[in-house]
């Protein structure tokens, strides 16, 4: 599977990449939590399209595949799976109530979701085992996965059902504007409905 973790997770260590993906999250979003200008917010956000996912999500399959053998891969992602959502959730209404209770003020909202990456950051750092590379990935090697890869049917049979997927729910995050603006309804209220309805 070199392929797939060629530009990260089999490049670098493991624990190293949560721990940047987490810190610099969080620290670049405290800056954006001082609304600077906007090339430097377009900025950061280019910058989040690295570190949540880049140097995350690579980093996130391969710690959870070193947690079980071959045998039991689908019920340790499936369980992975499954605590996100309710973790998600969670944190979520907690936000959701911090939101309403500080008379919906977002910036105050972006400091505690930054805080909490920075926080999470930390304890990877302490707790979590080092998981270096195991030995350098070569080019051909990365080559010869894709075009393996690309010849199979299912793979873009699941390419395609996660790229509709992820454009119907960015025609959902469309619903936000309009429920607030022509629907009339809070900030908070909004938010209320749309967490439910992305952990339903």
Same mark, same amino acid.
């Given at each position: ?13 493991? +624990? ?127 080559? +010869? ?56």
């Amino acid at each position: 599977s070199n392929f797939f973790f060629f530009f990260s997770a089999d490049a670098f260590d493991t +624990k190293k990449l949560f721990v940047f993906s987490m810190i610099a999250t969080g620290v670049s979003g405290l800056y954006s939590a001082s609304l600077p200008s906007y090339p430097v917010m377009l900025a950061i956000n280019v910058f989040w399209s690295v570190s949540t996912t880049l140097t995350f999500w690579s980093a996130m399959i391969k710690a959870v595949k070193n947690l079980a053998d071959d045998a039991h891969q689908g019920q340790v992602f499936g369980f992975k799976e499954t605590m996100c959502c309710i973790i998600t959730f969670v944190f979520s209404m907690a936000a959701l109530a911090v939101f309403r209770l500080t008379g919906e003020n977002f910036v105050i909202l972006l400091v505690l979701y930054s805080v909490m990456h920075i926080l999470i950051g930390v304890l990877v750092a302490i707790f979590m085992p080092s998981l270096p590379p195991e030995g350098k990935p070569q080019l051909y090697g990365l080559v +010869k996965g894709i075009g393996a890869v690309v010849r199979l049917k299912g793979v873009w049979l699941i390419g395609m059902t996660i790229f509709f997927t992820q454009f119907a729910a960015i025609i959902f995050g469309r619903f936000t504007p309009f429920l607030t603006s022509v629907g009339g309804l809070s900030a908070s209220t909004v938010a209320l409905i749309t967490i439910v309805a992305a952990n339903g």
